[in-house]
C-alpha cells in the first residue's frame, strides 16, 4: 500500500474524478458521453432517469440502456489504463484508511470535496471497478464500500456486540463508553479489534447510530430518532437534565437539528401540555416526571409534602422540598401557604388544616 498512500498524498490537488471519467469517455461519440455522463449525474446535480434521456434525444429508454451498457463495458476494458487505476486506488485508499469498509456518503464527502460532480463521478468507478465493492443489507448495514467481502463478517461481530450491551444497558452510551465495552465483550470472545476498527464498523451499522449529541443506541429508540415534536422534547430535556422553559426548548430543538422543520415555541407548548411524561413545575416551564416530579397546583403540592412528613414543618423545611419539585418564586409559596382554608400555621410550623 506504500505506492496508494504516496499516490494519494502527492496527487490529492492535480487530481479530478470527473476529468477522469471524461478522459475515459473521451474515444466514444460526443452523444454517446453526453447520455452516459446524465445518467451518472455528471452533467447536473441529479442523475437522469432512462425515461428522460430518451426524451432528450428521442429514443427509447431500451436503446438508452444498451448505449449506457455498450459504453461502461468498453470503459471497463481499460481498467489498466492509469488514470482509471489512479482514481481506483484512491478510491481503495480511503477505503482501506476506514478499516476496509466506508459508508457510501462518507466516502463521497471525502473525496467528492462537496462538488456534486465530483462525488458522481467517483460512483461511476466504484461501479466499473472490480476491486471496489458496493454492499448495503436493509436494516443492518448501510450502503458501503469495501475492497474485501471478508470485512463484512467483522462489522456483524461489532453489531452483535453493541447490540447485546444495549440490551443488557437499556440506554444509551457515550462512543469512549460503548467501544470499551464491545472491546471486551469481543475479547471473551476471543475477537481481538482497536477502538478505531470498533469505530468505523459501528459507523456502518444502520441498526445501531449515534444521536445528535454524539450517544450510541439501538436506531429504534426514540433518542435517537424521534419522530415527532414530542420526541424531540423528550430527547432535549434527558439532555440538558434539567426543567427548561417552553420556548427554550424550541430553540434547542432547532439548535440540535433534531428536526428539518423550524420548531414553533407555542407547537412545543402545546405537546408538553398533552404529555403526561412533562410537568409543568413553573411558569412556562416543564421536567420530566421521570426525575421525581409530580403534577398539580403549588397547592396540591403543599398538601402532599405535608402529608407525606405527617408531621408540622417550618417555611424553611416546606420550601427546601418545593423547591425539588417546582421552580417557582418563593412568595407563591407563601401565598398558598398562608390560605387558612387548607392550613394551619402553629408554632412557626405549618401542617394541613383538619
Known amino acids: 500500500m506504500e505506492k496508494t498512500t504516496k499516490l494519494s498524498q502527492n496527487n490529492e490537488l492535480d487530481f479530478g474524478f470527473f476529468d477522469a471519467v471524461s478522459n475515459l469517455l473521451s ?28 426524451q432528450d434525444y428521442k429514443i427509447t429508454r431500451e436503446r ?28 481503495v485508499f480511503t477505503i482501506d484508511n476506514s478499516s476496509g469498509i466506508i459508508e457510501e456518503n462518507k466516502m463521497l464527502e471525502e473525496l467528492g470535496g462537496g462538488a456534486w460532480r465530483e462525488a458522481h463521478a467517483v460512483i461511476f468507478f466504484g461501479v466499473l471497478s472490480d476491486t471496489i465493492r458496493i454492499h448495503e443489507e436493509k436494516g443492518l448495514i448501510k450502503k458501503s464500500w469495501m475492497a ?13 456486540a453493541a447490540g447485546e450491551i444495549f440490551a443488557k444497558e437499556k440506554d444509551l452510551l457515550r462512543g469512549e463508553e460503548i467501544m470499551e465495552n464491545i472491546s471486551r465483550r469481543l475479547a471473551q470472545k476471543n475477537v481481538i479489534f482497536s477502538k478505531k476498527q470498533i469505530a468505523d464498523y459501528l459507523s456502518v451499522l444502520s441498526n445501531i447510530q449515534k444521536n445528535r449529541f454524539e450517544k450510541w443506541g439501538m436506531a429504534s429508540w426514540k433518542e435517537i430518532n424521534p419522530k415527532g415534536t414530542r420526541e424531540r422534547i423528550y430527547i432535549v430535556l434527558k439532555e440538558k437534565k434539567e426543567p427548561l422553559h417552553f420556548s427554550e426548548i424550541a430553540r434547542l430543538i432547532d439548535r440540535y437539528g433534531l428536526s428539518k422543520r423550524k420548531a414553533h415555541p407555542q407547537t412545543v407548548h402545546n405537546e408538553l401540555i398533552k404529555d403526561a411524561r412533562f410537568i409543568l413545575v413553573g411558569r412556562g416551564i416543564y421536567a420530566l416526571k421521570e426525575w421525581g416530579y409530580e403534577s398539580g397546583t403549588i397547592q396540591e403540592v403543599l398538601a402532599d409534602i405535608l402529608s407525606k412528613r405527617q408531621k408540622p414543618l417550618t417555611k424553611e423545611e416546606i420550601m427546601a422540598e418545593v423547591m425539588k419539585l417546582r421552580k417557582v418564586k418563593k412568595a407563591t409559596v407563601m401565598i398558598n401557604l398562608n390560605n387558612p382554608n387548607f392550613f394551619k400555621k402553629v408554632d412557626n410550623r405549618y401542617t394541613i388544616k383538619k
Not at 458521453?33 to 446524465?38: A, D, H, L, S
Not at 438508452?64 to 478510491?91: C, G, L, W, Y
Open 148 to 160: 474485501s467481502a471478508d470485512v463484512l463478517e467483522k462489522v456483524k461481530k461489532t453489531g452483535e
Open 64 to 91: 438508452v440502456r444498451q448505449i449506457i451498457s455498450d459504453v461502461m463495458r468498453r470503459t471497463a476494458q481499460k481498467k489498466n489504463d492509469p488514470v482509471f487505476k489512479q482514481a481506483e486506488e484512491k478510491i
Open 27 to 54: 474515444s466514444e461519440t460526443e452523444r454517446a458521453q453526453e447520455i452516459v455522463k446524465k445518467r451518472f449525474g455528471l452533467l447536473q446535480a441529479e442523475p437522469q432517469t432512462l425515461e428522460k434521456i430518451g
